[in-house]
């Protein structure tokens, strides 16, 4: 079964202050691995994928890796409309292709 | 491109109604999905479709229905609401084929409130 696991829940930074979000998975083979902002009262917003270890991409003040079993996301010098919640997605080789999503991590950066 | 739209935005049941939650694309999109969202339980996929006139269970799907007759419309079918509904519904879409995947798109959600 695939697992997907986000840490941490909740992360309170100050403007500025840098720091990385972690996403732990367990897939029977990696097809695609997805980051998403939610704001508060809004549906998920795609943000990036990952498809392959060592791959990265970046938007902004935002940027994604990953290695075989984990994937950060690293926010510099955040600012406080980078305030929301993050989710983290893996998609499996074969079967239906459905992506599991991990609970999110809830940031909130102060001015 | 409106991309998925969901109506309505709010609603209030009362135990034992009825209501379809309406979810449209214009993205041409041939993957569809129903999840609910709890606070701090994320994401849990109700439905979803690969096509028209195909659809399969997620991991809560009791008490919803889905159908999907066109590429474009996905509705949710709520019978005989139950406070355990209450919850917000988000629908979403992709484009999904052997050779590789795309991300999802979210509408904006429908909060569901059964009293």
């Known amino acids: 079964e695939d697992q997907v696991t986000q840490s941490p829940e909740a992360l309170r930074l100050q403007e500025g202050e840098s720091s990385s979000l972690n996403c732990s998975y367990t897939v029977s083979g990696l097809r695609g691995l997805f980051w998403y902002r939610q704001d508060p009262g809004k549906g998920p917003e795609f943000l990036f994928t990952l498809y392959s270890a060592g791959e990265e991409k970046e938007k902004e003040r935002l940027k994604a890796t990953l290695t075989k079993k984990e994937s950060f996301l690293h926010i510099t010098a955040p600012k406080p409309e980078d305030s929301a919640t993050y989710l983290c997605a893996v998609q499996a080789r074969g079967g239906s292709y459905i992506p599991t999503f991990g609970r999110g991590t809830s940031l909130i950066v102060h001015p | ?115």
């Open chain 2, 1 to 115: 491109n409106a991309g998925v739209t969901q109506t309505p935005k709010f609603r209030i049941l009362k135990i034992g109604q009825s209501m379809t939650l309406q979810c449209t694309q214009d993205m041409n999109h041939n993957y569809m999905y129903w999840y609910r969202q709890d606070p701090g339980m994320g994401l849990k996929l109700i439905y979803y479709s690969v096509g028209a006139g195909i659809t399969d269970k997620g991991e809560v799907p009791n008490g919803y229905n889905v159908s999907r007759s066109t590429t474009e419309d996905f509705p949710l079918r709520l019978e005989l609401a139950a406070p355990s509904q209450t919850s917000v519904y988000f629908c979403a879409s992709s484009y999904s084929t052997a050779a590789g995947s795309k991300a999802q798109y979210f509408g904006p959600g429908t909060r569901l409130t059964v009293l």
